[in-house]
């Protein structure tokens, strides 16, 4: 992933660009190549930006391939990156729906884990909650989680959550949530997600400082391998 910024739409897609080629000419030093057919663009502005000072989003980028001539890439509105859904206006509202609907999948699932004379106890459908339920209904949430301005996301994310809590204490589909949160020990989806945010903002602190996540690398994306060593990824001299 190739991340740019400027004060202007052409001129963050044409930075973009050029560290684009600079990765093509060291992938072919190497005998690698890239994938046109995966290789997208995607701009983004804010929503109170003036066009006439950014610009309008680009409909395609146009470059020089010093082997295979004039080449385009095209630009996409929905963008899937390790399973988190970005789509061009930021909002996160596909991303959130894609989450709530593979949780609500998995708790109709889960009732094939009983049989027809006994369900799954109180202590076990715990256990899948937290192991299952949990991880799929805030995935990526430290990339869109702001707590501003996002409360229909989090309606979202609790109606399927009020969905799990039902079916974790037997009770009707019409029974109120709110004491069930009490009898179960599941807080609220809100409360929950302020403490996964907490939790990541002191792991990323207990991290040391030449960890990767907490570097970002502005200068030879490849400065890992020295010039006068050929990576073992060369496969011209691994053969």
Not at 86 to 114: A, E, Y
Not at 127 to 156: D, E, F, M, R, S
Request: aromatic residues 10%; charged residues 15%.
């Amino acid at each position: 992933m190739i991340y740019t910024t400027s004060a202007t739409l052409s001129a963050a897609t044409n930075t973009a660009l050029e560290g684009y080629m600079e990765v093509l000419t060291w992938l072919r030093a190497n005998s690698l190549d890239t994938d046109p057919s995966k290789t997208k663009l995607m701009t983004f502005a804010r929503q109170c930006a003036n066009p006439n000072q950014v610009g309008h989003h680009p409909t395609e980028a146009r470059y020089i391939d010093p082997i295979l001539g004039p080449q385009t890439i095209k630009t996409t509105t929905h963008l899937h990156y390790l399973r988190v859904y970005i789509d061009q206006s930021l909002n996160w509202s596909q991303h959130v729906s894609i989450m709530t609907n593979h949780t609500c999948s998995t708790l109709r699932g889960i009732n094939l884990l009983g049989n027809s004379i006994h369900r799954l106890d109180f202590l076990n459908w715990h256990k899948v909650y937290n192991a299952l339920i949990i991880p799929t209904l805030t995935y990526g949430a430290q990339v869109w989680y702001t707590g501003i301005n996002q409360k229909g996301l989090i309606c979202q994310l609790q109606i399927a959550q009020n969905e799990g809590i039902r079916k974790i204490t037997g009770v009707f589909k019409i029974t109120l949530v709110e004491p069930l949160h009490n009898l179960t020990g599941i807080p609220p989806i809100s409360y929950f997600m302020n403490k996964l945010m907490h939790s990541y903002t002191n792991r990323l602190q207990a991290m040391a400082a030449y960890a990767k996540v907490q570097q970002v690398l502005t200068e030879d994306r490849c400065h890992y391998w020295p010039i006068y060593i050929h990576p073992s990824t060369n496969l011209l001299r691994a053969s």
